[in-house]
């Protein structure tokens, strides 16, 4: 009951084998897509030609970079995107732009059928999957690997079997990679014991903080509205200004994430991640944002800020209620102009200075010194009587005898 | 109306010519109250002479170390208590077992006034007030800094007039410190204008990161019930434990944080703070506590704790919500026993292992090899159904043609 | 230092008072200025009149229905807006608009200062008090009654020396109320024990459900955008239909609320209300509000309007996180379309019927007969799995023996 | 591969179907397993003479209402529990236990599976193969209805094949019914039709408001720690105190809940509930927690009571988050001991009256005349003034020129 199939196409061994099974196994076409969210170092020359190597119809390669800065990531600035204790979603970000992607190829080269590469036990088969019935229900969606009985062996079997190339050695399992523009993990191996703390050779990003400059530098950011639109000082559209980030973050060491993670199908899995453009820029739009908020908004937006980024984690990027917290998230940022420095050192990145002219400060409020104008000392007391008095009263009845 | 007067007495200039000042302008007895919290290179033997020889009818010092970690830090650890971005609280869990000690040493010394050095644009007078007016209604509160037109230049004149020793030159105005066993703080001078870098010389008590050792150091923490019992498999008592930490932490250049703050009084200010046991033990319980929490439990635990962190940061430790929050805490922390591993190399503090009996991890589970038990590939596309069905009836709701 | 001085002139016993209180304390002429939110059954001539004749050099009735109903009111009914229990906050939606239009007026006419009734141990006062120091800082604020030592019978007597009139008998001090188009409180007397049942005589715009009539009554409200618009199928402006709606409440004995609350000054009081739109117009909003959205917009809204009306409530209502929140709630509220039927009868008001274009309600889902399209009953043991997977692992961890 | 089936058998056709159904299918015995939550009316031995003439090898009633009551009605009444708008959670408050039993007797009885009637589409398979995964997963489940195809129709025919009795006319398909002590519940026929008004024949448990007593009635409801304990000053069993509050609730018309809910398997569906006890216990409890509560405990609890109720809701009983949020919600309830007095009319249940010795209300404190102890007036300028500081400071750089 399978057509014509557009497979999410990588070029890695998965997605090979799966461009050649499912043509076996279907009897069906295959249009190869690859899409181009900023992976760094890929050749997608090779990966198309791989594809029709395979026995692709066609094979597509699509730079989605600008879409995916600009409706994704800039988005995940503005709400300080962080999942559980550490991780900036970059492929959770990915993934509804991959699905939508494929939608319109789909659609376009008259398939009606998506594969993509997904196991049964991670999250981008939620995202993924997500979105194609959302926005095309009308589409099958297959997922060899959740079907398949093909462990890594079987694969390399399969693969040599069907004159498919397997890059580097085969004795030991590689890191299972994933990457973009803003930020690249790696699960598998020694990764699954959580014991075991990382071995050096999983860091291809971002260099070692050890072997980092000696000297520390300090980058300026410059936000408008909660967009970075500058990098000391010099203006840079937004993927240009992700990709110098992350250039500086890697040459001081900055952005390695040891993870343990709660997968929205329930089960905990650890990754290490290397986000050294995040590692930078969400530290200092959160400085600037507070900056700009009072007290009441500065402690009311974490709890919307946890929730957008539990949606999109949790492959929920159509539910109406993300729309919703943009709404919100949008006005706070309205103000948030201005600039942040921030200090690379040897795998840190601490904010040094900040400018804004929507700073809720004023120094001379701020000062020792006596101020005069918005306050005065002798409000003091009045104050503290007014909001201590109900938790006064509590603590004694609580506390005291009432006889 | 002032009989006898209990002043909380640091030593310093402010609190010195306090002393003198309540005698002469109250014609007040001055009971002297110095209270060790760990604060790093203090001698009381000084401070306690200092304050006879200005006067005072009696000088106390209390060692309250052990009640400060065991009462008020480790329900912080706990906590996972943050303020703002970055602040550990250490000031702010300080104030109240401060003014609960003062309340104890007023009524035992027949005071019925207690005088404080706190300034009227502060939080710690919320604090200290507030926990005085908790505790002991029937007792005055004097805060001189609050009513006085002294600034720096005639408080050193005043000293000087009265023999009032006058630390260091007197040219530039130092920072103004406040330390104990969790942190120091630092504000004043340059740190008021907030584009302004961190000067070298107000870090006394971390090293500087470029200054650190070039060797990275791994140590391991370990827990019980959420308690720090043992660095490096060594048990520990608590007060010991801190020290211990912040050690290493000072060594390797950790835990220094350069903070915006919005204070509970309505203004923002700017704080150096040096926290290095909080930037070693407060990641390592907060890994350790999601490890051993499911999804709910960890999605739903950060907002009790920024509340934990707002009260105790606003002087409401007495409020009976903090008990309420307390119960949760502590019936989450029952679980987080194990151990945290800790990478501390020139300013970095990063997790590198953990374990525990409790961990809601099964490697099984978590692996690429196909699992069973708990858990089946073949689930997920039902999960992902009806996951996904609300928010993908409503998207189409919103966005296609209803024609 | 006082010179022209902008009363808020209700016509009652407090304000005729402080109006010619005030031309003698300051020697100062007084504006008098009242204001038409919709009290019912007031007459601003005979208001008007009465403050020409105690003294007011100029005295201006402003009708501010219909901006309040926009700006305020519908605001609130987006967001649901009640606090504590039962309170849909009709006085605290006032006192911001009302001190920014004598802001407006003392620039207009000349006065530097701005008096009102307030005590100072309410809400009011912060919520008149704070919107006059945000918009008009160079204006000063006088509140004679939070000063001066008058009781009850101190009012009276001046009243009668300074020829002001006292309405009704003056032996028993009456109910303190306030009212707008919103709804109405009463307050003091018996209402000051909590364990006293309401007397009948408090109620004076709600009929007693026990003389309601005896036939029930449904009412359908037609919302676009979250904004009712139309009553049983007739549109009308904002205004009308508050009105109407409040008839149709006030008629079948709608609208009582008998109201413990936490005042923002630190201390419980006990009102009782009579809110007979708001009983009708807020359970109808947030019906359709639900019928339109989904779980996950359904379970975080309720967080969004609990602080949207605390702040209200805490007189931030000029505060930015309200604007951030009324993003939220206006992009929510753009699909709250449709119309809700309420039965209303002897006191109670409940939705019966419910219907819109934009339902995320399918009845050939919901149905017990088999379904197709988006739901198969086959989907449902995967996601209980995965649902469940976490709980179970956690579960059996903290209650099985691991030996 | 099944042996010995435990069926959870209601009496009803869907169940007695089942339990001949599963003898033919699997050719297994059936164990039936009949619990009493308190469903009123039922007759237990009736319901078990069917079983056995069925054909089951054994028939079990067990008389669960004390532990129904005490270890799950009354958590919830301590959460304040609603789910949604307005539903009491009765049968998600009864699944978990019903589950419970059955494992314990699955295994008393020596079987390996567990049957149950619940749809793929509802919330109740959820919360019942939960709770057996959790406690027990060695054990299978079968839900027959989740697989078969047999409609209503069908279900007939089978039986009158198979000598199953077919309560009442067969012509029209009855309302789906389920109930306990709580609550019941009424969903199918016109109920799916959101603009059809409830018909009057639904209403099988509280009178018609419109034929309710035309005399009002005040009942007193004690409470200690939390608890209800007394009715009217008289002490009585948990158990007892639910029906006899029932019993007046229903008299009084109170209690009738027409209901859009989301269920946890997304879709969103229609109840008709009559909840009498609820509607008077769960406001007279939330009532007088916010008495004894501080206005920060009084903001805080509904968070943790929407999540608790959620939990519950979405078949997470065994979750330890709930665990957490119950350590919370007693650490509250501790003090929420007192008396509340609540006024039944013709489907209304309203607070009158409340009594605490832990209120947190002093009414010298609320009252207007001049107070002391706790509160000065005067401290009123020097609060607003603090408290609107930066919300001042914000809407100034916001709105104003800084030319």
Not at 1 to 10: D, E, K, M
Not at 34 to 44: A, C, F, R, W
Not at 234 to 239: E, G, Y
Not at 304 to 311: E, T
């Given at each position: ?10 070029g ?21 897509l ?11 020359d ?8 395979l026995g692709?119809?066609d094979?597509?390669?699509i730079?989605?970079?600008?879409e ?7 988005p ?6 962080i999942?559980?204790?550490n991780?900036p ?14 939608v319109?190829?789909?659609r376009?080269?008259g ?10 036990k ?14 095309a ?7 060899p690997?959740r079907?398949?009985k093909?462990?890594?062996d ?9 004159n498919?190339?397997?890059?580097g ?13 803003w930020?690249r993990s790696s699960?598998?191996?020694w ?6 703390a990382?071995?050096d ?21 410059g ?7 500058s990098?000391?000082g ?6 240009s200004?992700i990709?110098t980030v992350a250039?500086?973050?890697m040459k ?10 709660d997968?929205?199908v ?5 990754d290490?991640?290397?986000?050294p453009a ?6 200092a ?15 009311f937006k974490?709890g ?8 999109v ?15 919100y998230?949008?006005e ?20 040094v ?7 809720v ?13 918005l ?5 003091s ?15 004694r ?7």
């Open positions: 009951q399978v057509g014509r199939v557009c497979l999410l196409y990588s890695g061994l998965d997605t090979s084998v799966m461009l050649k099974w499912i043509q076996d196994e279907y009897e069906a076409e295959v249009v190869a690859t899409i181009n969210l900023g992976q760094p170092g890929e050749d997608y090779v990966v198309r030609e791989k594809a029709l190597r692709a119809v094979a597509r390669v730079d989605a970079r600008e995916f800065a600009r409706d994704f990531i800039v995940a600035i503005k709400a300080n995107a999942y559980g204790l991780y979603l970059f492929t959770a970000l990915g993934r509804p732009l991959i699905a939508k992607i494929a319109e190829i789909a376009e080269t398939c009606d059928t998506i594969a993509h590469g997904c196991t049964g991670g999250n981008d088969q939620v995202r993924i999957d997500g979105t194609v019935a959302t926005l229900p009308e589409l099958k969606i297959i997922a690997v079907d398949w093909m462990g890594r079987e694969e390399i079997a399969y693969a040599r079997e069907h498919i190339p397997v890059k050695g085969t004795e030991t399992a590689p890191y299972s990679i994933d990457d973009n523009l930020g699960e598998g191996r990764i699954e014991e959580l014991d075991h990382p071995d050779d999983v860091f291809q990003l971002v260099t070692r903080p050890e072997e980092a400059p000696d000297e520390a530098e300090v980058v300026t950011i936000f408008e509205a909660g967009v970075p639109v990098v000391n010099q203006a840079m559209d937004i993927v200004l990709e250039e500086l973050g001081h060491g900055v952005g390695i994430v040891d993870h343990i993670e997968r929205i329930g089960l905990k899995v650890r290490i991640y290397e986000v995040a590692a930078i820029l969400l530290p739009h959160a400085e600037l944002e507070r900056l700009v908020g009072t007290i009441h908004q500065n402690r974490p919307i800020d946890q929730q957008w980024a539990y949606l984690y949790a492959g929920l990027w159509w539910e109406p209620l993300r729309s919703d917290l943009d709404a998230i949008d706070v940022n309205r103000f948030v102009t201005g600039t942040i420095g921030m200090k690379l050192y040897k795998g840190m990145a601490r904010v200075t900040r400018e804004s002219p929507n700073a400060y004023d120094a001379q409020l701020a000062t020792f010194s006596e101020s005069g104008g306050f005065s000392q002798q409000a007391p009045g104050f503290i009587e007014l909001w201590s008095l109900q938790s006064r009263l509590a603590w009845l609580r506390n005291e005898d009432r006889g």
